[in-house]
């Protein structure tokens, strides 16, 4: 309606200066006062007056106004005109049209275009919209829709005149922001965390250096010190992005606030964490860890499908790592329809385990105090215990009684359970495992959590973990060959000998480096995708697989003990 009122006034302007024309024109000549006066001259002069005033057509007066709209920086109102403007322009006044539009569109900010496209009766070719929408995408650093943007445009016109231009700025968009050679790192390199940032930074670093050497090639990594501070972690998300990293690999802390802001920028991030929510808040967010859910799944594989045992017990403490183990080695026991035969929990700030174990066993049975004897006087008590000659019999004790007790002792303890599960750390278990066989609690396998993969295990210990089952995430001394070929070039680089740690941290190195180099991956997105699609990807802690959800799944190592050493249990 505005625009009318404008184009009516313009009009308006336009008839009244005409009639002062005509009028000026007509006074300027003397007029005959005579009757023969001669109309016919009046109307020609009035004819040629109209002839020589300059035409003005609602084209040039639309294109007019489009200029204004446009000279004060209101460039959505500026293209409405010329939207209505395509439709009265002559064929030859069309390609210049379309330069105008053109430059409107060059300084257009994205949304204004974006809603424009949207509106329905639009003049102005789609694709100039679409061209110019990736184009200032692309110049406001918004590289992922521009780049979609421009892929519609040529799906949609691949003949266009625009086409060749628009190949090469998705080229260069490309390589902005996916540099398959570089990835970024997170990791608490200083405070009271930098061991194990510095830990994990010796297993990328050997990764890379593996990886350059076997593809020729140059690989690169831009680490940020998070310091394992939430604000810097996030920092460092976005200073990675600008550094068009292909994706991140940590942090190790503050996870959950560094995953919101790589989801936000949409790049790649494998945390080394165990916390299984985290790669279920967004889809760029995948974890790489040992969980509690891989151990359990290992050792309840190797216990039932391979061991063919039915029937185990569990010990654990009563605290938040116990209960968890309890409830997930218990799911798995039902999974594999085995049964669970006694459950006991114990305080793990206590030394004596007697009780908890004589439960499991059966041997508990605690006498109600109703049938409790009378206490003997203290002067009576020590007469019997110092007397050598206390003889049975004057005691008035029967002799069948006596057999009965003796029978009783020297029987031994039936464990119903082939399996025991204790999930604790190994200076509990140093303890524990020596009241097993002093409660006669023998025989069954000792099955443990990766916490009891620790050298004072095997000396603490010593003569009591025999059939000793135990699960971890990797294993250096593994005949497995890509295992021990890490295992050797670790120890030759860095003198000491690598943990769990150091090798997961090489493996999700060398996994986010070996999907970026498949050439049909050229986005973050496909990379997202690829590491989502369930391949196989082979490495020092073994076989891992991502889920859709970007959890790792991979079988653990298992070891028992032998000859005083940990030893791999081949499957």
Known sequence: MKLNNQIFAAFRAFIFCFLIFCLAACAGKPVKTSAEKDFKDVIESIQKAKEEQPKISLYDILLAEAEKFSS????????????????????????????????????????????????????????????????????????????????TFLSQYPDHP????????????????????????????????????????????LAIQKLSKKYSKEFKIIIKDTQADPQKAMEGVRQLHLENVIGIIGPLLTVKQAGIEAQKLQIPMIALTQKNDFPLQDEYLFSNFITPEMQ?????????????????????????????????????????????????????????????????????FPIPD?????????????????????????????????????????????????ALFIPDSPSTINMILPQLAFNDAKGMYLVGTNLWHHKSLLKDAKGYNKNVIITDGFFHNSQKFPTAQFTKDYESLFGNIPKFLEAISYDTASILFLTAMDETIDSRKMLKDALQSQRIFEGVTGNTIFDTNGSAHRELFLMTIKKGKFIEISR
């Open 162 to 205: 625009y086409s060749s231009d628009v190949v090469e700025l998705i080229t260069a968009i490309k390589k902005s922001f996916f540099n398959r050679d570089t990835i970024g790192c997170l990791l608490p390199l200083t405070g009271k965390y930098a061991i194990f940032g510095q830990r994990a930074l010796s297993g990328i670093q």
């Open 72 to 151: 004060q920086e209101n460039y959505q109102d500026s293209l409405f005109v010329y939207n209505q403007a395509i439709s009265q322009a002559k064929e030859d006044q069309y390609p210049d049209l379309i330069l105008r539009i053109e430059s409107v569109l060059s300084k257009t900010p994205t949304k204004t275009i974006q809603e424009f496209i949207e509106i329905r009766n639009v003049e102005i070719p789609k694709p100039l919209l679409l061209y110019w929408l990736g184009l200032n995408l692309a110049l406001e650093n918004n590289t992922i829709e521009s780049k979609e943007i421009l892929e």
């Open 370 to 418: 109703i049938l409790k004897p009378e206490p003997i006087e203290p002067e009576i008590n020590d007469l019997l215990i110092g007397d050598a000659n206390f003889d049975l019999v004057e005691a008035n004790i029967d002799d069948s009684a006596v057999e009965e007790i003796k029978e009783e002792e020297e029987e031994k303890i039936q464990i119903d359970f082939e």
């Open 296 to 364: 359990v799944r290992t050792l309840g594989t190797y216990l039932f499908s391979e061991l063919g045992i039915k029937k185990v017990a569990i010990l654990y403490p009563n605290e938040k790592y116990g209960k968890k183990f309890m409830e997930l080695f218990w799911d798995i026991v039902d999974e594999f329809d085995g049964e669970i035969v006694g459950v006991e929990p114990y305080d793990g700030k206590k030394t004596d385990f007697s009780e908890p174990i004589q439960k499991l066993t059966g041997q508990f």
